[in-house]
């Protein structure tokens, strides 16, 4: 949503007006509700305007839900939680109760406010959990799954990026020695009267530096392409990103894994809380981001609509888990079996971190064992040998 200043004439006295909406059109309408607008000008950014991480919307579903499983109603709530906290959450609080007063459900006003004070995902829940007639429960649902997307993501990211950082760092020792250090050491009148004294030694150390780097960048280029095809060629090219990926052994699971997971665990999410299976396919295609597993969705939804089993139309799972949804015969043992698959897509994506991270941070330590190696060879070495020999 845009935000929008607005100067009204109420009675003669002329006060500012934060609107919220979607066009201009509707922040004049809305500001026209209030008195004679004078002004309407877009807003600008503010301290207050600092969205909400991890841990500020899981407590802002979890106290939300808590208040609406007691029967308070959803505007008091927000009304509480907007005059009892700070930053963040009050912020969002309050803006969710302007649109809840103006008739907006919960759900929709998530949407209005969107990321990244919301994701899809949350939106998602939150909205079929009140088709389903249980929103106390559906933010209960939306915290929780916020919460094992937030630990995937911390655990993931620590190991994966400290060896990848640590490759980067060794290149950047070899550049350095390379480029830099050793010329800077080797190349003057003074060294070069040594030259037969240690030739040797800087040419093999130099061979050596030559041979690792070459090593180097073909490890550092396999990286770059990954994260390539699976960051910007997931956004041009979605579908044939990941049919690339699958091909890829381990990198595969560690890419789609996740999101194999975060998908199937919504999708049950959605069965669970009572919402029709063609209305949950419909969300979570919608919620999903594009790729494999989105086309997926929108096939099984398209096979509910004619009556064909749903989950033989998704391609991208593995025959057997096609065979345990096929095989559910309730609305429960689907949300059962879907749970399970989605954990399994979890469990294996934290199998292959387990082997990932060990790896990358093995060769990073190599190479910069390596890069230290170079530099002792290129610059300090020649030096002591000189010293050792006695010459002058």
Do not use: C
């Not at 899981?58 to 009892?84: D, H, P, W, Y």
Request: without cysteine.
């Amino acid at each position: 949503m845009k935000r929008f200043v607005a100067r009204i004439n109420i009675r003669g006295k002329l006060i500012k007006k934060v609107i919220e909406a979607d066009s201009r059109d509707e922040a004049m309408k809305l500001a026209r509700g209030h008195g004679k607008v004078v002004s309407l000008v877009r807003g600008g950014f503010s301290f207050f305007d600092i969205p909400m991480d991890n841990a500020d919307r899981q407590i802002f579903l979890q106290r939300l839900a808590a208040m609406l499983a007691s029967k308070v109603g959803t505007g008091e709530a927000l009304s509480i939680m907007e005059n009892t906290f700070t930053g963040p959450i009050k912020n969002v609080s309050g803006r969710m109760l302007k649109l809840i007063e103006t008739g907006h459900s919960i759900g929709l006003a998530m949407e209005k406010i969107g990321a990244p004070n919301f994701t899809p995902q949350i939106i998602a829940l939150v909205s079929a959990g009140e088709k389903g007639g249980d929103t106390a429960r559906a933010l209960r649902n939306a915290a929780d799954f916020e919460m094992e997307m937030s630990q995937i993501k911390r655990g993931a990211g620590f190991a994966i990026w400290s060896g990848i950082g640590g490759i980067f760092a060794a290149l950047g020792l070899f550049l350095g020695t390379k480029y830099y250090f050793a010329p800077l050491t080797l190349d003057n009148d003074f060294m070069k009267k040594f030259t037969d004294t240690i030739g040797e030694t800087v040419d093999a150390f130099m061979l050596m530096t030559d041979i690792s780097m070459g090593l180097l960048y073909l490890v550092i280029s396999f990286i770059i392409v990954i994260m390539l095809v699976s960051s910007l060629g997931r956004l041009v090219m979605p579908t044939s990103a990941d049919k690339f990926i699958t091909k890829i052994p381990i990198i595969k699971d560690l890419v789609l894994a996740r999101n194999n997971y975060t998908a199937l665990y919504g999708l049950s999410m959605l069965v669970n809380s009572g919402v029709s299976m063609e209305q949950a396919l419909a969300i979570s295609a919608k919620a999903t981001k594009k790729g494999q597993i989105q086309d997926d969705f929108i096939n099984a939804h398209k096979a509910v609509r004619t009556g064909n089993p749903w989950a033989m139309a998704m391609k991208g799972l593995h025959p057997t888990d096609k065979a345990a949804l096929s095989t559910s015969e309730d609305r429960t043992q689907i949300a059962k079996s879907l749970n399970a698959i989605a954990e399994q897509y979890k469990s294996i994506f934290a199998s292959r971190i387990a082997i990932t991270a060990p790896i990358l941070q093995g060769l990073a330590g190599i190479f910069l064992l390596l890069s230290g190696a170079s530099m002792f060879g290129l610059t300090i070495l020649p030096m002591l040998k000189i010293s050792a020999s006695g010459l002058s």
